[in-house]
C-alpha cells in the first residue's frame, strides 16, 4: 500500500508543504526527522504519535532520524505556551536525553541489518552549544526578518495577550529548530520533518533555510494534535497525572486501564494513531463499536495493541488479566503487589486484625467503610445482591472473617460496578 493512503486512512495528515513528499516516501530512502523534547527522563504517551509515524516511514524503507532537543530543550519551545517553560539545567537535559532514547530503541531500528533505512538518535546540542552567536547570527538570522517571525500563530497568540509577553530567549526558538534542519540536512541528507500541526510555523521556517542555505528542495508534515473532546492535550489521567512510557512512572497496568477507558470517538482515532493493525480490522472495530458499544472491543484491541507495543506481549496480556480480575473472582489469584495495583485507586481503611478474626456484620462492613451512609440502606443493598467480598457475593447472613483476606491481610469489598474499598488488617 502507498504511503499516501494508509496515511490518508488513518488520519495523520493535516498540512504539508510538498504534495509530492508522498510519491517519495513510497519509494523509500528518504531520510526524515521528528523533534522530541527532553523535558523528563521518559517519554509520554502523547510522544508514541510522533514515535508511531518514524515507525511506519521506516517500514516502508525511508530513514528515520529521532532528534532529541538537548540544546533547544535549554531555551524551551513556546509555541502555543501561556508561560515560558521553567529552564532546565545541562545535567538534566544530558540525563533525560540519555532516557529517552533508550526507549525509543524499542520502536525503531537502529541496528546496521535495517540497511538504508537504518534509525539515528542525535542530539542537536552537538552542534547548537558550539555554534558561535556571530555565526549563528550572520548565518542564517539574516535569513528572516522580525515581521515574518512575529507574524507566525505560536508567536502572535503571546504577542496578543496583555498578562503575558514573550521573552527574546523564547523567540529565538523557531530560528533553533530551523537551523537543526539545515544541519540534518547538510550532515545527513534530510529532506523532510514531520512535527505535530503546533510546529507548522517553526517547520516552515526551517524548509526555507534549507532552500535559502543550500538550493534544496526540504518538506515539513504535520499531523493533526492530540486532543480530548474538551479541547485538552491527550495523554493525561483526569488527575492530570502524566501517563509515561516509563513502566516504573506508569505501570503498563495503569496504561492499559487509560486507554481501556477511552471514549469510543478517541479510541477510534487512536487505533488508527498508536496501532499497526491493518485497515480491515480497523474498519471491523469501527462497525463493532456502532453496532455493539457494550462490548468495547475497540477500547481492549487498543490497550492491547499500545501496551504490547510498550512494554511487550506478556506485559499487556498481565495487565487485561488483572483488569478482569478487578470484577471476578480471579481477583484471589493476583500477586500482592497486582492486587494493591488493581485497587489503588480505591478508599481504604485500617481494621483491627481481632475484629476482622471475631468476624464482623457485612452491615457494620459497609457502613463502616463508607460504601453505605446508614445500617438500613447497608441491609437493602445487601438484599439486593449487589455487594461483594472479593468479587464473591456478600449476603446479610454472612460473616467477614479475616480468614477471608487476600495475602492474610487484604478485603476488596464492592458495591455495585465501580464503588470499591480496602480493608487492610493491621
Known sequence: ??????????????????????????????????????????????????????????IAGNAPIALAGGGTGLIGDPSFKDVERPLLTRDVLGANVAGIGEQMS????????????????????????????????RDVGKHFTVNQMIAKESVKSRLDRDDVGLSFTEFSYMLLQA?????????HGCTLQLGGSDQWGNITMGTELVRKSTGTLAAGLTSPLLLRPDGSKFGKSEGGEQVWLD??????????????NSDD??????????????????IGLDDAT????????????????VVAMVHGVNAAKKAERAGEALFSES???????????????????????????????????????????????????????????????????????????LHGRYLVVRRGRRQLHLLVAA
Request: glycine fraction near 4%.
Open 331 to 405: 481477583i484471589a489469584d493476583l500477586d500482592e503487589a497486582t492486587l494493591l495495583e488493581v485497587v489503588a485507586d480505591a478508599p481504604s481503611s485500617t481494621w483491627s486484625r481481632e475484629e476482622l478474626t471475631a468476624g464482623v456484620d457485612p452491615v457494620d462492613l459497609l457502613v463502616g467503610s463508607r460504601l453505605a451512609k446508614s445500617r438500613a440502606e447497608a441491609r437493602r443493598y445487601l438484599e439486593q445482591g449487589g455487594v461483594y467480598l472479593n468479587n464473591v457475593r456478600l449476603d446479610a447472613t454472612s460473616r467477614v472473617s479475616i480468614a477471608d483476606a
Open 1 to 58: 500500500m502507498k504511503v499516501l493512503d494508509d496515511w490518508r486512512f488513518r488520519g495523520l495528515i493535516h498540512q504539508t508543504t510538498d504534495d509530492d513528499v508522498f510519491d517519495r516516501l513510497s519509494a523509500g530512502s528518504v531520510t526524515l526527522y521528528a523533534g522530541f523534547d527532553p523535558t523528563a527522563p521518559s517519554l509520554h504517551l502523547g510522544h508514541l504519535f510522533p514515535l508511531c509515524n518514524l515507525r511506519r516511514l521506516q
Open 179 to 187: 537551523y537543526d534542519f539545515l544541519r540534518l540536512n547538510l550532515d
Open 265 to 282: 470517538e478517541m479510541a477510534l482515532a487512536l487505533l488508527r494513531f498508536f496501532t499497526f493493525l491493518d485497515h480491515e480490522s480497523i
Open 290 to 305: 456502532k453496532t455493539v458499544p457494550q462490548e468495547r472491543r475497540a477500547q481492549r484491541a487498543l490497550a492491547n495493541e
Open 106 to 137: 524499542r520502536f525503531l531500528d537502529f541496528s546496521p541489518s535495517a540497511g538504508k533505512a537504518r534509525a539515528k538518535l542525535l542530539n542537536n546540542a552537538d552542534w547548537l552549544t558550539t555554534i558561535s552567536l556571530t555565526d549563528f547570527l
Open 247 to 260: 513502566a516504573a512512572r506508569t505501570s503498563p497496568f495503569k496504561m492499559h486501564q487509560f486507554l481501556l
